[in-house]
């Protein structure tokens, strides 16, 4: 029965907020560069999207932020929902790292840039890093945080190890890295499956960790805490 809903109901519905929230998210952005009002949208995508899901994500943890302060937001990835569920829940105005081939996908790759999200070359080192390096200054300069998912991609189990970019851009910004989990979406919607279920999951804000004094050499050191402390919020309560 399950199924069903979601075949007939919640994907074909997924794909309609999809199409009118993000064209008019386009035409916003034609107005405000900033890709502010953009990201407000986002956030009400998210919520549509597991609505018509039924999928209810309870944030835990989130008086750790102050709502003023700028983060580099570090999250586990194990489904296409953990972006509806990060976006939201997560009250900061952030943005994506996102694959390179995405900007190339017509009308998707137009909104991701004039969004203001940022592409990663994952085939080129030197293209990373000037992209990490665009990253760190948009979160100084700007006060805007941003999200990244250092395992890569989708992990279909457990959790995979991590990259070191989150970390980088945190020390050379200069601003705190908040370990963030999000517990039981792979239950829900699982990888290369079209079944969505119902269901309740949480969203994990961990202790953010000050990179003020530190160096680009102690990034190795800081990605493994941010390992260690998503695996412990991963664990089950």
Request: some cysteine.
């Amino acid at each position: 029965m399950s199924f069903l809903r979601s075949l007939l109901f919640s994907i074909p519905l997924i794909a309609l907020s999809t199409i009118v929230l993000g064209t008019f998210s386009l035409v916003v952005t034609i107005f405000d560069r900033t890709g502010n009002a953009a990201h407000r949208l986002a956030r009400l995508w998210g919520k549509t999207l597991l609505g018509v899901s039924f999928i209810r994500v309870r944030a835990e943890g989130l008086d750790r932020l102050d709502p003023r302060g700028s983060y580099v937001f570090v999250c586990n990835h194990a489904s296409y929902m953990d972006i509806p569920a990060i976006l939201s829940e997560l009250p900061h105005q952030f943005r994506f790292f996102a694959k390179k081939g995405l900007f190339n996908i017509p009308f998707l790759g137009t909104h991701l840039g004039r969004a203001g999200h940022l592409p990663v070359d994952r085939s080129s080192a030197r293209a990373s890093l000037k992209t990490m390096s665009e990253g760190a200054r948009i979160v100084a300069e700007r006060g805007i945080s941003v999200l990244l998912f250092p395992e890569g991609g989708r992990a279909p189990e457990g959790l995979r190890a991590f990259k070191e970019g989150a970390a980088y851009i945190a020390i050379k910004a200069g601003v705190p890295v908040v370990p963030v989990a999000i517990v039981g979406m792979r239950r829900l919607l699982p990888m290369k499956s079209i079944h969505i279920r119902s269901g309740r999951v949480a969203l994990r804000i961990g202790e953010p960790i000050a990179t003020r004094g530190l160096k680009l050499s102690d990034r190795q050191e800081l990605t493994a805490r941010l390992y260690r402390d998503i695996s412990r919020l991963l664990e089950t309560r």
